[in-house]
């Protein structure tokens, strides 16, 4: 009887060890780097995993050594039900806490995309049709079935999305991702109206739009843009065309092969604003915030004409006289074309 009580008491010792030793193990385990590797690794979250079904595949790709130990980490933490679906970067100095904390926060890696003050929409489409991170669903439709499937339908595209850097999972769809820069524009846009100036020959948030991806297109200076709107603004109090080459371009879609030619400055389209007086009928592109606010606080001053010099920046000219000797300049050094010859 003395011999049992003694090995059941070695066997209780034995026991007690093994259980702490294993509870060291664990407990170490918590906030052990997971590799130690500079290298880092992504892993996806599918709908519908279970914590052991995600611990065995982080095992299965070498994330983890111990699928076990993190399935009863998240288990006794409570948090074997909250992990979140979606694309983690996990790198080896990593600990299973930290790693059990992103999922279950859904610290899901963000992909920038940036879009491009001056695009045109058609840019834009092809733009979002190559980026890989991105779920789509939008090809084959026409440019009026996006807009019905983003939530307006009956809208022109053109303009309606703010240029800027978003960020978005991967997984987000072109929809959602449009949506998100069609709003973001609505608010930009919103802003900059309560803010503009007093006087405007410009009667809608609209036309501040219209009027804003003209400048866009115009301006290779950044701070040169107040000072066009400047002169867009005027031509448009005096009754003036505008007369500004971009608008002529989008009139002429896919004709356009790099180069206007007089008798395009002469057919009239829509968009021409050598043909037509006032704004054209829609946006030509999409214009930045900065463009927005030029449009809606222009400069003040007195001039009406301005031509490339060819190295981004524009000579402004009050009188048309000033302004053909600025054009017989440029022109003659091969500069580009100007900017309105004709009141």
Known sequence: MI?????????????????????????SYKDAPLSGSDEVVYYTVKPGSSVKTIAKALAAENIIEHPRLFEWFARLEGLAQRIQVGEYAIDGDMTPR???????????????????????FKQLRAFLAQNEALQHTLEGLSDAQVMSKIGFPGEHPEGRFLPDTYHFPRGTTDV????????????????????????LPIKTPYQALILASIIEKETGLASERPEIAGVFVRRLRKGMRLQTDPTVIYGMGELYQGNIRRRDLRRDTPYNT???????????????AAAIEAALNPLAGETFYFVARGDGSHAFSVTLVEHNNAVIKYQLKGRKRAFSSNP
Do not use: C, N
Not at 100 to 120: A, F, N
Not at 179 to 191: F, G, S, T, V
Not at 274 to 288: E, F
């Open 274 to 288: 050598y043909t037509r007086h006032g704004l054209p009928p829609t946006p030509i592109a999409l214009p930045s």
């Open 3 to 27: 011999i049992v009580r003694k090995l059941m008491g070695y066997g209780l010792l034995v026991l007690v060890v093994a259980l702490g030793g294993a509870w060291f193990k664990f407990d």
């Open 98 to 120: 930290q790693l059990l904390s992103d999922m279950v926060t859904g610290k899901v890696v963000q992909y920038p995309m940036t879009i491009i003050e001056g695009w045109s």
């Open 176 to 199: 959602a991702f449009l949506k998100r820069a069609h709003q973001m524009m609505d608010e930009k846009l919103a802003q900059l109206w309560e803010a503009r100036a007093e006087g």
